[in-house]
């Protein structure tokens, strides 16, 4: 595959005097402060989601990204070219880690079976760490996008949904362990109530937990080593960081 940046190298470090926009002026990776290197304290990771699928839509109108290399179409194809460029850009900016999504990856399919099949399928990832050592920070299953999930996915009402929700993070944890990820998050963007009118805040905390109590249970079966994080989201529906004391795992 063709570069997607050929005039670029790799980003440099110059020092605060240099005038060249794309050179780092004050991050110098080598440079050593009590003890560690500059890489060594600040470990830089690129989400795949924030800089190669956000369309950068808003209210008032459509995506203003602009990406040759991706054809829109929601395909493996796609995927794996997007994942081609997404590793040259990280290489060349530096960066030791990346994160993603699984539906960032790799497009959904109509099922949970061609979903998953789909993952399987972007074997470029795991090519291309091995290529430029660029690690695995975290993945995560986006359980916020499709619109089963509009009443929550560990939380939701609807039996189906919780359980479709725990077969995706199933496999997301599986796609983690085969990467050599270093963590796995749970982002619950979309979990808890509404309002107090529909909810059973009690059920629904039960409900959360179960779900995390499962997915420790399957990362001690497989043997993921990878850390499990938590990301709270303040005033975001029910606030899981107020209700869950983190535990080791």
């Not at 077969?167 to 270093?182: D, F, P, R, Y």
Request: net charge neutral.
């Amino acid at each position: 595959m063709k570069p997607a940046f050929p005039e670029i190298s790799k980003i440099p470090y110059e020092g605060p005097s240099s005038k060249y926009p794309l050179a780092f002026k004050h991050y110098d990776p080598t440079k050593v402060i009590e003890g560690r290197t500059m890489a060594d304290h600040l470990r830089f990771s690129v989400a795949y989601w924030h800089t190669f699928r956000n369309p950068l839509s808003d209210p008032f109108g459509i995506g203003t990204a602009i990406r040759p290399w991706d054809d829109g179409s929601n395909s493996v194809e796609n995927a794996c070219n997007r994942a081609h460029v997404a590793f040259e850009f990280i290489e060349k900016l530096g960066a030791p880690f990346y994160a993603f999504h699984d539906r960032d990856v790799a497009p959904e399919g109509a099922s949970l079976a061609e979903s998953n099949r789909n993952l399987d399928a972007v074997t470029v990832l795991k090519e291309e760490q091995q290529r430029t050592g660029i690690k695995l920070v975290w993945a995560t299953a986006c359980l916020f996008i499709n619109p089963r999930f509009a009443h929550g996915a560990a939380t939701s009402p609807n039996a189906d949904v919780f359980v479709y929700a725990a077969a995706q993070v199933k496999k997301a944890i599986e796609v983690a362990h085969e990467l050599g990820a270093e963590g796995y998050v749970f982002w619950g963007g979309r979990e808890g109530y509404s309002s107090l009118w529909n909810t059973d805040m009690k059920r629904e905390v039960e409900h959360l937990a179960k779900f995390l109590h499962m997915a420790v249970d399957f990362k001690k079966q497989i043997g993921f080593k990878g850390a499990f994080y938590i990301e709270p989201n303040p005033r975001n529906r029910l606030n899981i960081n107020t209700i869950l004391t983190p535990q080791p795992v």
